[in-house]
Structure formats: structure tokens, C-alpha cells
């Protein structure tokens, strides 16, 4: 029996039919609707288009904390979900079982699955987009807590009281280390052109396109020392977070996701750097190693799939 995985992101809704061996056989994409009740009617017409009258199980994945039963979602950042039935309203719509999982443990099972990850135990992951997702697999399972809700990796303060998060909190890693982290340190630098390296961003926030993270990515590419300077900023950020994460669960690699993460190896040298002079005993120690996702957008997909298929075929 096949599996389905959808991903519910802030603009769209992918979706795939996915097999044993991760791999996706039929995609369907939707715009993500504002309103909650067409989210949920937008997911159930999905599956079934996907499932094509085929007995399937299926998998959503949205951001957000979800219940160790994988059932109920407690809140959506993004979308207007507060202790929300998400399973049993999706259940009776589509009259398929359903896992509802967080979208960052699915890109983060999948790439210990099928991806950057395959063939280890203990593998942490980051993804670095609008905020910073993480996932935990220790010794071969992902990381739950207690409430269902650990691994909000991006949510460990790192600066006392410094930027504002969208959690409410101060100095989380998200304000540090994040695509939009990295918007943020490209403008400060840009402020600064007459007097430092910032007169190519300075030129790139006055086009038409403004600093967005394709805009700074570019110049990075081309080793504009402005967008270097802040691409180092948030990889700093990252290592020296990882430097703690190492600390407590041990894991044998780092894989870092996200937009950013496709900037590879300008952004993994700082964070090994950072990491290394934040890391106890670093030096007289195995230590993990970092590596960048490989299953990019399908991640969320494969691994929501994958998760529903050992729920509701292989564990029973």
C-alpha cells in the first residue's frame, strides 16, 4: 500500500505519492487558502486525487506543535490552529488513517531516511528558511518529549535578551540564524556602505528587488564581501548553537536544510569554525560532522509519508 505526504506550507500545499523506497510517484500542488476549513478541505481533495481510488494511508505535515499522539495540533504559527483536531477532522473527510506530524521532524526523518542522514543513528537537523526548524533522531527514532513538542531547536535562546521572536520569547536562535536573520544582518551591513563593505548590498536594496534571499545569495556567490560578512553572522550563529546541541544529544552529523543551506560549503566552513571553539572538549572528542540536505523541497513529503507508513503499516 502506497503512502501519501502532504507538506502544508504559508503559500502552498505539496503533495506526492510516495513508496517504500522514498521515492515520489505522483505530485499535486495547490495554493496554500487563508481560511481554515478550505486548508483542511484543500488537504482531504489532495489525498483522495493522489490516492486515485487506491486504498492509502497518508501523512500531513505542517509547522506548528503537534501532540505525541500525532493527532491534535496545539498551535500553528501561521495558520489559526489552537488545540485543533487536525487527524479526526481529517479522517472523517478523506475516510483514510492520518499522521499528522511536524513539518520540520518530516523533512528531518526523511533526510535520516533517504537522505544526508542515511545509514547513521544519531542525526540532528536544521532547516533554515523563515525561521529555524529542528529535528532529533536518537538511535533511530525521532525525538517526541514528553508533550509531544521537543526538538524546537530554533527556539533555544541564545542571546539573553536580544531580539524579539515571533514565540514571544528574546535572543532565540530563529532571530540569529534564519533566512530572515540573514535579510536582516545583509541591511545593517548595507547602512554601513560609506564607511565599510556594505556598498554592494547598499546597491542591491536599491534595485527593484530589494535584499531578498535570492538577491544576497547571488552576491555571495559572486564574494561580495558585504553578503560574505553576512552569511558568516548567522552560520556563527548556527555553529555555536550546534556547539550546545553537541553537548546534550551527541549526534554523529549535522544536517542543515533550508534556502540557505544551498549556499554549501560557504556557509558550512564559518559554522564548523564556530562550532568548534563552542563545543566542550573539542579536539579530545569524536565530534559530529555537518552536511547539507539533499532531498531540498520534497523533504517534508517523503518523510510525513514514510512516518504514516510505519504508524499504520509496519508498527501494527
Not at 76 to 102: F, H, K, M, Q, S
Request: net charge negative.
Amino acid at each position: 500500500m502506497h503512502a501519501v505526504g502532504i507538506d502544508i506550507g504559508g503559500t502552498k500545499i505539496a503533495g506526492g505519492i510516495v513508496d517504500e523506497n522514498g521515492d515520489i510517484i505522483r505530485r499535486s500542488r495547490v495554493a496554500t487558502p487563508v481560511d481554515v476549513a478550505e486548508i483542511e478541505a484543500a488537504v482531504a481533495a489532495m489525498v483522495t486525487e493522489l490516492a486515485a481510488g487506491e486504498p492509502v494511508v497518508a501523512g500531513v505535515a505542517a509547522a506548528g506543535f503537534i501532540d505525541r499522539d500525532r493527532s491534535r495540533v496545539y498551535f500553528a504559527p501561521n495558520i489559526a490552529w489552537r488545540d485543533e483536531p487536525l487527524r479526526e477532522r481529517l479522517e472523517a473527510l478523506t475516510g483514510v488513517p492520518v499522521l499528522i506530524e511536524n513539518d520540520a521532524n518530516a523533512a528531518g526523518w526523511a533526510e535520516y531516511r533517504y537522505g544526508a542522514g542515511e545509514d547513521l543513528r544519531d542525526v540532528v537537523m536544521l532547516t533554515l528558511g523563515t525561521g529555524v526548524g529542528g529535528a532529533v533522531v536518537v538511535d533511530g527514532a525521532l525525538l517526541r518529549g514528553g508533550q509531544g513538542v521537543a526538538a524546537e531547536l530554533g527556539h533555544m535562546r541564545l542571546v539573553p535578551n536580544g531580539r524579539t521572536c515571533g514565540c514571544g520569547q528574546r535572543g532565540c536562535l530563529e532571530v540569529y540564524g534564519s533566512g530572515r536573520a540573514l535579510q536582516q544582518e545583509a541591511a545593517e551591513i548595507a547602512q554601513d556602505a560609506a564607511f565599510g563593505i556594505g556598498a554592494g548590498l547598499a546597491a542591491a536594496a536599491g534595485a527593484s528587488e530589494g535584499l531578498s534571499g535570492e538577491v544576497i545569495s547571488r552576491l555571495v556567490q559572486q564574494g561580495d564581501p558585504g553578503a560574505l560578512e553576512a552569511l558568516r553572522r548567522i552560520a556563527v550563529a548556527v555553529g555555536t548553537a550546534c556547539g550546545s546541541f553537541a553537548a546534550i544529544l551527541d549526534p554523529e552529523r549535522f544536517v542543515i536544510g533550508g534556502g540557505v543551506s544551498q549556499l554549501g560549503e560557504v556557509l558550512l566552513a564559518p559554522m564548523r569554525e564556530a562550532f568548534a571553539d563552542a563545543m566542550p572538549a573539542y579536539g579530545s572528542r569524536p565530534v559530529a560532522d555537518f552536511a547539507v540536505a539533499r532531498l531540498t523541497n520534497d523533504a517534508g513529503v517523503i518523510g510525513v509519508a514514510d512516518l504514516a507508513r510505519r504508524r499504520f503499516l509496519t508498527e501494527n
